[in-house]
């Protein structure tokens, strides 16, 4: 018997060619406030990152067969690496970075081989729900400070984006209905103009077309002149960064995986989704851009909108390809006021932190076991305090962990090393099904 979503659309094509492009710029402007922000922080090139956004989408895309709807988008968790090489965005020192992050593509393909060579099923065994679920809870959790930061800009601009969402979601019709992300972020934009919030300045002089990506902001540039001591330290630094991107990489998949009803850890597979994203780090870090990721704002969209078909994530990533050859276009974006960002993303990052109790919820993870307590308990207390802590991460000599990090490895490793277990992925057919995992 199927568990799909009631409603659920899984062939966006029966929607129409209209429809798929409309649900596709959705998807588009979805990634946009996190993916220009990184650059906006780090020094990057925006344009570079709109584009290699899309191409690393596309690479995923790929090697999962077409199967997962996944939007790659902007690396959070390398910030830490990119500022430690180029602390004030120098244009010489950046390509050091993106080496460096070039390189952590390395643990995500060992990773890959290792699940191939031996099985899904002994990795998962890691991965039980009682320790997705609050993984899942934590991502949304954890991005929600940005989303308040955004809003407290302006709280008016903010709150127009969420009345038009709830608007659209509960009383809209036919296409409104399947698009109240693309219509919140025009309408509070157009109104943040009315009301003298957005800066045009960057508009009127950026160029309507333009080439992304400039050599001397390329990995190549460094071997003209090679610093070697920096090439050391750079991949030191910033290598080991990957382990926590993984861990994120595993809670996205499964919060996907609960969103849209599919197994993607079995098909098309774990160690294609790894190799994927991987794959297009490299190739993004190496073109001066930023490190990919799995986007939890995609996430949400699809929890919002129930429009699960690949085709759209596809669609939005050759827009972004596209207009990343537009300054004008890139500078339209960044002038997007934070009120506008945060108010869509209050309801994003509040879906995926909804699916992640779903996911519990659904499961019926039995929490009058004290295990079962303490470890969803220690990975939303590290994941969510490190995260708003004075530190921001959890430094382990010149490693610097994300809060989700060392929240997902805590859990993980209670859960591995103490007694009283109650699912075994594989043998467990209501645990298998309990995040309504389905094998297609």
């Given amino acids: 018997m199927s568990n799909d979503n009631l409603n659920a659309v899984y062939d966006a094509r029966t929607l129409g060619k209209p429809r798929m492009l409309a649900l596709g710029v959705q998807h588009m402007f979805a990634m946009f406030g996190a993916t220009v922000l990184v650059p906006q922080l780090t020094g990057l090139s925006v344009s570079s990152t709109l584009l290699f956004a899309g191409i690393g989408t596309l690479i995923f895309h790929f090697f999962t067969k077409g199967k997962v709807p996944a939007f790659l988008g902007s690396s959070f968790a390398f910030l830490a690496g990119y500022m430690t090489i180029a602390p004030n965005g120098e244009k010489h020192l950046l390509p050091y970075a993106c080496l460096g992050v070039a390189c952590s593509a390395a643990l995500y393909f060992l990773l890959a081989v290792l699940v191939k060579v031996f099985g899904v099923k002994k990795v998962m065994r890691f991965f039980p729900p009682v320790v997705t679920g609050p993984i899942i809870i934590s991502i949304g959790l954890t991005l929600s400070q940005s989303a308040v930061d955004n809003c407290s800009r302006n709280w008016l601009v903010a709150f127009s984006a969420v009345l038009v969402i709830v608007a659209c979601v509960i009383w809209g019709r036919g296409m409104i209905k399947i698009i109240p992300i693309l219509l919140a972020a025009v309408v509070s934009y157009v109104f943040a ?87 297009a780090t490299l190739v993004a870090s190496l073109f001066g851009a930023p490190a990919n990721t799995t986007y939890g704002e995609n996430t949400g969209v699809l929890a919002l909108s129930r429009i699960y078909d690949p085709r759209v994530i596809r669609i939005a990533a050759v827009l972004a390809m596209l207009f990343s050859f537009s300054p004008k276009f890139a500078a339209i974006i960044s002038s997007m006021p934070g009120g506008t960002i945060g108010g869509v993303s209050l309801v994003l990052y509040g879906m995926i932190s909804a699916v992640g109790v779903r996911n519990v919820v659904e499961n019926k993870v039995d929490f009058t076991k004290s295990r079962n307590v303490l470890v969803a308990a220690l990975i939303l207390v590290l994941s969510i305090g490190i995260s708003y802590s004075s530190a921001g991460s959890f430094q382990l000599g010149a490693i610097s962990l994300s809060g989700l990090a060392v929240g997902s490895i805590v859990g993980i490793v209670l859960n591995a090393i103490m007694p009283g277990k109650d699912y075994v992925y594989g043998e467990d057919k209501q645990g298998d099904e309990s995040v309504n995992f389905i094998v297609q």
């Fill in 193 to 279: 103009g009315i009301l003298g919030e957005v800066d045009f300045t960057s508009v009127k002089n950026a160029a309507w077309i333009g080439l992304p990506v400039l050599k001397e902001n390329t990995v190549f540039a460094i071997f003209e002149n090679p610093d070697t001591s920096l090439i050391i330290t750079s991949i030191v630094t910033i290598v080991p960064i990957a382990i926590a991107t993984m861990m994120e990489h595993i809670g996205d998949i499964a919060a996907i995986s609960s969103t849209v009803n599919r197994n993607y850890f079995e098909n098309p597979g774990l160690h294609r989704t790894l190799f994927g994203d991987g794959l």
